[in-house]
């Protein structure tokens, strides 16, 4: 059966005693006075309101003239006035003016809906009486359903109402709330409500409370309405150079976790894994100019001079007390010329503190070449969040080797495999078919996907995982066949244990659990890299021994 909204009172009885469907339409505009298209309704409006302000300004200077009294007037003066007055309320109306729109639209009565009468059902269109029909369930009644409107969160204060409405209307810059209002939790409740406005989208189902929005201001995220809920699950424990480790992975992926624990099981059970830190230095590389190659070459050969080194540290050091320079590097092209600093920088993951050194050595060195024209702090030789060969041959952040001897009974028992099925299974995958495919560092099982979870967990920066999970995976039966040697080499490890999202609550407790949670004090840099050999263990564990294996039941499964 048809069912139709009707306002109050505006329904008529049929001779018959039913009433009649009233159909719902649009409300009335001020474009609607006439049947014209909206181009031509506007020009006769317009055109008929200074016609008749023409003959009544006419009419009245005339009237001043001769001595007649102004509140004397004809009938063509007063057919003018209500000409002009109905022209106004047209004009007026169709430029939004809100009370002239209200007056426009308004009926002889109330526009509200009733809330017991709010459907006009036709009449029952069963043809036989419900005792004789097979279903004698109510029919099912269609209500025609008004457009969707958002849950609308009411503000906590008229003051609150009037800045989301100031937000919608642009008068104030979203990104403005926190400075003007002083507080970072109510200037997301109040971004919030806005942007559904704005967008006529509902946030529900996006967490809001829970989050401490003062600690990521500056920091973290900029102009946050809420924050992402990702499950951590537990791996471990991993027996990683004598100790114990339970591995936060957050992550989305099923048997993600299940396969790295399975591994952690295997290491274990054959006397836990080792590591080695082979390098520790953060880059950065700006790009120079000259006007030719020549002043490009003097510069390389004076940076890359050992004699020249100490001044340099010297100078790039005064941005702070961790960041000691290690190395510099020169690529030239033309006479543009590429400048890699190495540097370590404590615990911290370190960009910003490399970037302040790179800026003083810049500044100094623009005394002696005067004409070196500085075109960005960073050219990308450095080369961050890119896949790139430079990383790949001469490491960026922590350079880490991790390796683990399985015994051939956890192999068979812990694996469900033996030595060499896995052996041949990790040079034609991890080796030659990246090759074939022309991987760049990306000689592994799924590396990425191990990084990603304990990088998203401890609060390092995501996007870093492109060159963190650089990693080349070896294979090799050992002890005349019978064991399985398995290592991870992973040249570009970039984590750090403060700044960034390591001091978010979430994060911050992930990295206490693997007891590396801020700065050593007693030892700048050790809970970086302390943290940098965990993540090449989780990585030994997860895309090595176990998730081979899952990878090869499940495509037996498959068959």
Same mark, same amino acid.
């Given at each position: ?40 309704? &506007? ?56 009370? =002239? ?10 526009? $509200? ?56 209307? *642009? ?42 929005? $003062?600690? %990521? ?59 080695? /830190? ?67 920088? *404590?615990?911290?993951?370190?960009? &910003? ?39 790949? %041959? ?15 009974? =956890? ?6 495999? &033996? ?61 005349? *066949? ?57 990585? /030994? ?19």
């Amino acid at each position: 059966m048809d069912v139709r909204r009707r306002p109050v009172g505006s329904v008529e009885a049929k001779p018959n005693g039913k009433p009649l469907v009233v159909d719902v339409h649009d409300p009335i505009k001020a474009s609607d006075a006439l049947p014209l298209p909206l181009y031509l309704a &506007n020009a006769i409006f317009f055109g008929v309101f200074f016609s008749v302000v023409y003959f009544l300004l006419t009419r009245w200077r005339e009237k001043i003239r001769t001595s007649t009294p102004l509140h004397v007037v004809t009938l063509s003066e007063i057919a003018a006035i209500v000409t002009f007055m109905g022209s106004c309320i047209y004009l007026l109306g169709f430029f939004g003016i809100d009370f =002239v729109q209200g007056f426009i639209a308004r009926p002889g009565h109330d526009n $509200e809906w009733d809330a017991e009468d709010d459907i006009i059902v036709k009449e029952d269109a069963r043809a036989v009486p419900c005792g004789a029909a097979i279903d004698c369930a109510p029919p099912v009644v269609a209500v025609a359903s008004p457009k969707p409107k958002v849950p609308v969160s009411p503000p906590s204060s008229e003051e609150d109402e009037e800045i989301i409405k100031s937000v919608v209307a *642009g008068a104030i810059p979203s990104y403005s709330l926190e400075s003007r209002l002083g507080d970072c939790r109510r200037a997301a409740v109040i971004r919030r409500e806005a942007l559904q406005r704005m967008t006529g989208t509902s946030l529900e189902g996006l967490p809001l409370e829970g989050l401490d929005y $003062e600690s %990521i201001l500056g920091q973290c995220c900029e102009m946050p309405v809420g924050y992402i809920q990702i499950p951590v699950g537990i791996a471990g424990p991993l027996l990683l150079d004598g100790r114990e480790y339970s591995i936060p992975m957050a992550t989305t992926e099923g048997c993600l976790v299940a396969s790295t624990n399975r591994g952690c099981k295997a290491i274990y059970a054959s006397g836990g894994a080792t590591s080695v /830190l082979l390098r520790d230095a953060m880059t950065r590389a700006p790009v120079v100019r000259f006007g030719t190659a020549k002043r490009a070459a003097e510069l390389m050969l004076f940076l890359e001079n050992p004699l020249n080194f100490e001044t340099l540290a010297l100078v790039f050091n005064r941005s702070s007390r961790f960041g000691r320079l290690q190395s510099i590097k020169c690529a030239i092209a033309g006479k543009n010329l590429y400048i890699r600093f190495s540097s370590s920088t *404590g615990d911290a993951m370190g960009m &910003n503190m490399i970037s302040k050194g790179v800026q003083n050595v810049l500044d100094f060195l623009q005394n002696d070449f005067p004409d070196m024209d500085v075109i960005g702090i960073s050219g990308n030789y450095c080369s961050d969040k890119k896949p790139t060969a430079v990383n790949w %041959i001469e490491g960026r952040g922590k350079s880490v080797v991790c390796e683990a001897i399985i015994k051939e009974e =956890v192999v068979k028992k812990v694996l469900k495999t &033996n030595v060499a099925a896995l052996v041949e299974l990790n040079m034609l995958k991890n080796l030659t078919g990246s090759a074939m495919a022309g991987a760049l560092g990306g000689f592994n099982a799924h590396a990425s996907n191990i990084v990603s979870a304990v990088y998203i967990a401890t609060g390092q920066d995501p996007a870093q995982n492109v060159e963190s999970s650089h990693c080349i995976t070896m294979m090799e039966a050992v002890n005349d *066949g019978k064991d399985l040697h398995v290592s991870v080499t992973m040249p570009s490890i970039e984590v750090g244990t403060v700044g960034g999202g390591t001091q978010l609550a979430s994060q911050s407790a992930c990295l206490n659990l693997l007891g590396v949670k801020g700065a050593n004090k007693e030892s700048p840099g050790t809970n970086a890299r302390l943290l940098a050999t965990i993540v090449a263990g989780s990585v /030994l564990a997860g895309s090595s021994p176990s998730c081979l294996q899952l990878q090869l039941d499940s495509l037996l499964g498959a068959t």
